[in-house]
């Protein structure tokens, strides 16, 4: 990994100017100036104009962000002595944390001490801090700021991490310098929070902190200051050095041989690009933000001097550039903890040292290269040391001097080591190791070694997918990818993924399924089909490690194939038999049913919280199901429509008659609502439905009912069906109603009788992607509002949420096709748009408007992205002939739902 995240990172090398701001010449001002707030508050704006307008110009932001701290000092001190005086005998004002360390970006909170040697000190000054801290506060600056005797700063540092860390950097402002000097005895390492104590502490702290962020760098807004690979994580190393070293600054690491020199350039280099990307953050908002949001992203992009080019959009190139740069600090801040932990922690330990071979060691629990020399002499031992991690579940992780050297060393990883038939047998041999596949291959990629060993890979670490769908970067998705296939072996995953964990336990060859998730996007970001490319480098790959052809055949079609199954769950009808037949068809056999459903289910759990839920997770179970059995009917065994329809008639004429109703009654009952209904809804169902028809004595008042669809506890979504009086707006009414309610449509079948009344069947999860239970409160009032909005509808608000923060940034144009379905004789109108409330309510008003009737519709929404599609025809149910007619429709959709978009 290049220590420079791009070439944009290098500075001009101008300097600010040393006479910028001059304190002593501010201080004789204020004394003059009978307003000086004022007078504080325009010298505040022209100095961060100034520093502004010193970034754009590329001065080192090195340099900006320590001027800004020495105007705050100037400032600060000509105002302590406008207020207090100066001197201040036993009373002083330190600068704390962050300003502590001399650093001050252009909206970080000032934080301050007022350290006074007792409070006879304070009482003796009181008027006059109250005058100073009202002052700052009128100055609108960020201040934090506390009034404390040492003593007290002791008693409060002893019992709190926080304090003890911010007064680990302290420097003296103003004011008596022997307070703080008292203080720094008061609570140095001898009095209280030993080496030990602290390191454990602030190591707690920082895995605490990473897991708010799921663990990873590459989340889609990250936190400059506190995510993984933050700021915060250089922040550590500083702080338990200063603790146990007694040192100012990282580099005197260097001199202790505690740290390499390239380490510490690691450190600067991408400290500096954070700086960089903080100083412009807060210019562009003109407050303290931290965050990444993509509010801000675009435009940083710009900044920052990216570009927009084939494949590769310029805020992707500009988070890429961000996700190298944290990465790259979050391997050195595990070498260096690693090693704080062996030098604090663990230094008084009695050593227990194991021989593996004549090239590593186990020493305390922690794997060791045996010399300085093993991998220069025995390059081949870079891959070997994951194979022992993975293969001995006794070894905690990798000693700091062994990381040190497999990254010092990950440069012997080249084509003649790529093709070495001796390390190729080793990658094999790790891919079917027994251990924590997913955790070496996470180290192997801090450490450089994936990269390197896997060029493909190494061009997608840190690329990021510019969307809500993905919310990891592409390489962090696809380990954990790997990650998931893994969890499908372990026994408390078998409640929630039944038959992922059962094909995983009968799985003869399970590393062909982490080879296929290794690869199954490594082709994304070149342009072109990412799954074909993908597929090409996977059966390459497959042959080059000693793979039979077949089982190279079956990797290289898992990764071509690997969105279908997800797609024909969510996008097609899977009631119809022609659907199953054509999926079995594509599958072939039960071995790649098996391992396509295993990676389907895997890559849906990475993508992001929202795309698996009980809902999808029904779908692709029953779509596994029903291609098993066409499997072992045989391909050439095609179920015949009018069969299915009619086994489906009858089996729900049975159950209607054991429930107590004549064959004549259910006939007469049940009517004809079209071939879709009995390929659709299940026997069970049409019974559970007619049953209540049965029981409605007023027909000219809707009927809804409400039940969960599945038994199992990690399935299923809530159905809800809906018999009305067709008419013109139905749709759209009832969808306003149901997102009014703050529930989510999943499915939506929609048929419509001779007699015309429209049955609808929805499919719902509410907020949480849940079904919606038993809660008979909430189902009633549920039931009370779809009635009120379908005898009603003037008095049911249309939804007026506007588009949530994050979507407004990916509001790409609406899509829309229609094309006719001759085999149903219907037109289908698919819809490709951003998600926004109100939108299946605005598509249906549109329909209701050009008197077209909703038969059908599938829809899916993919993170941001709703890709929705309807079956529909004119009023006298042909398909939508006229092609002006057809282009309107288009249109208008595609005007309402960007124009809802942009509120």
């Known amino acids: 990994m290049p220590l420079s995240p791009t070439s944009q990172e290098k500075t001009s090398g101008y300097r600010v100017p040393l006479n910028f701001f001059n304190p002593d010449e501010f201080r004789y001002q204020l004394a003059e100036d009978s307003n000086w707030v004022i ?3 325009a010298k505040i704006a022209t100095v961060t104009d100034f520093l502004a307008t010193e970034f754009e110009r590329g001065v080192d932001v090195i340099d900006l962000v320590h001027a800004r701290a020495v105007f705050m000092d100037g400032l600060l001190s000509a105002a302590w002595t406008h207020a207090i005086g100066d ?25 301050l001490l007022v350290l006074a040697e007792d409070e006879d000190t304070l009482d003796k000054h009181g008027a006059g801090l109250s005058s100073f801290i009202t002052f700052l506060w009128d100055l609108k600056l960020e201040i934090g700021h506390s009034v404390r005797t040492i003593d007290e700063c002791a008693k409060a540092a002893r019992d709190d991490l926080t304090i003890i860390t911010t007064l680990v950097e302290t420097r003296h402002i103003i004011g008596d310098p022997r307070q703080l000097k008292k203080l720094h005895d008061q609570v140095s390492v001898k009095n209280m929070w030993n080496s030990h104590d602290f390191f454990a502490a602030k190591r707690r702290e920082q895995r605490d902190r990473h897991r708010k962020y799921a ?38 690491l260097v001199n202790l041989g505690f740290m390499t ?11 500096s690009y954070l700086w960089r990307v903080r100083f412009a953050l807060h210019n562009l908002t003109g407050r303290h933000e931290d965050r990444l949001l993509f509010d801000h992203q675009r435009t940083l992009a710009q900044q920052f001097g990216f570009s927009d080019k084939p494949g590769s959009l310029a805020v992707e190139q500009f988070m890429k550039a961000y996700y190298r740069c944290a990465a790259a600090i979050s391997a050195v801040n595990e070498l260096l903890t690693q090693h704080f932990e062996e030098a604090i922690l663990r230094a008084c330990e009695s050593e227990t040292i194991l021989k593996i071979n004549d090239r590593f060691r186990i020493r305390n629990g922690y794997i060791e290269a045996s010399n300085d020399r093993v991998f220069s002499d025995n390059p081949s031992a870079l891959l070997e040391v994951f194979v022992h991690l993975a293969q001995t579940p006794n070894i905690h992780g990798v000693r700091a001097s062994t990381i040190r050297l497999i990254r010092q060393s990950a440069h012997l990883i080249d084509e003649d080591f790529r093709g070495d038939p001796k390390n190729t047998a080793i990658f094999v041999d790790l891919m079917r190791s027994p251990y924590k596949i997913t955790t070496q291959m996470r180290r192997m990629t801090r450490y450089g070694v994936m990269g390197n060993y896997i060029p493909a890979f190494g061009r997608i670490i840190g690329q990021m997918q510019h969307d809500l769908f993905h919310i990891y970067t592409v390489d962090a998705h696809t380990l954990q990818v790997i990650q998931n296939l893994r969890r499908f072996t372990y026994d408390d995953q078998m409640e929630v993924f039944p038959i992922a964990c059962n094909i995983a336990r009968r799985m003869q060859k399970p590393d062909l399924l982490y080879i296929a998730g290794l690869f199954h996007d490594i082709a994304k970001g070149r342009g072109g089909d990412h799954s074909t490319l993908g597929a090409v480098d996977a059966y390459d790959f497959c042959m080059q490690h000693g793979y039979s052809n077949r089982d190279s055949r079956l990797v290289a079609w898992l990764v071509e194939k690997h969105l279908t199954m997800s797609s024909v ?11 199953i037949h054509a999926f079995a068809s594509e599958v072939g056999d039960q071995l790649h049913l098996d391992y396509l459903y295993a990676l389907t289910v895997a890559d849906m759990n990475a993508t992001n919280n929202t795309v698996w839920n009980t809902w999808r997770a029904s779908l692709l179970r029953q779509l596994y199901s029903e291609t098993r059995l066409a499997l072992r009917r045989g391909l050439e065994n095609v179920i015949d429509k009018s069969e299915w329809i009619e086994d489906t008639r009858q089996q729900a004429l049975s159950l209607l008659e054991q429930r107590g109703i004549s064959r004549a009654r259910a006939e007469a009952l049940i009517g004809d609502p079209g071939d879709d209904y009995f390929l659709r809804e299940s026997a069970e169902d049409i019974a559970w439905q007619i049953q209540a028809v049965d029981k409605h004595d007023n027909f000219d008042e809707p009927l809804i009912l409400l039940k969960d669809y599945g038994k199992r506890a990690f399935e299923g979504a809530t159905q809800m069906f809906v018999l009305a009086k067709d008419r013109s707006g ?12 703050g529930l989510d449509i999943q499915d939506a079948k929609i048929y419509n009788s001779p007699n015309r009344n429209a049955i609808d069947t929805f499919i719902l999860l509410d907020e949480e992607g849940k079904p919606i239970g038993d809660d008979q409160a909430r189902l009633q009032h549920i039931k009370q509002v779809i009635l009120q909005s379908l005898t009603h509808p003037e008095q049911i608000n249309t939804v007026q949420r506007r588009t949530p923060r994050q979507m407004k940034h990916f509001a790409s144009p609406t899509r829309v096709n229609i094309t006719t379905d001759i085999t149903r004789n219907q037109s289908v109108v698919e819809v490709i748009t951003p998600d926004r409330p109100g939108l299946l309510a605005s598509i249906g008003r549109v329909f209701t408007e050009f008197n077209v009737s909703i038969q059908n519709a599938k829809i899916s929404t993919l993170g941001e992205r709703v890709e929705d599609v309807f079956f529909v025809t004119d009023q006298d149910l042909n398909p939508i002939a006229d092609p002006e007619l057809c282009r309107t429709i288009q249109t208008t959709i595609c005007e309402r739902l960007d124009r809802r978009a942009s509120q």
């Not at 020199?261 to 400290?271: G, H, K, P, S, V």
């Not at 769950?569 to 659907?579: C, E, F, H, I, R």
């Not at 139905?730 to 309610?741: G, K, P, Q, V, W």
Request: with cysteine; hydrophobic share 35%.
């Open 87 to 111: 001197p201040t005998p036993k009373l002083a004002l330190i600068a704390v944390g962050g300003y502590g360390r001399g650093e001050l970006h252009p909206n970080s909170d000032v934080d």
């Open 261 to 271: 020199t390239d380490e510490l350039a690691i450190i600067e280099l991408n400290m």
């Open 569 to 579: 769950s969510q996008k097609q009808d899977l009631s119809d038999p022609d659907v």
């Open 39 to 41: 007078s504080c508050r």
């Open 730 to 741: 139905l749709f759209a009414d009832i969808t306003n109603a149901i997102e009014l309610l």
């Open 215 to 252: 663990n990873t760098e590459f989340n889609l807004e990250p936190n400059i200051k506190t995510s993984p690979g933050g700021l915060r994580d250089i922040h550590i190393i500083s702080w338990v050095a200063r603790r146990h070293y007694d040192i100012d600054s990282l580099s005197e």
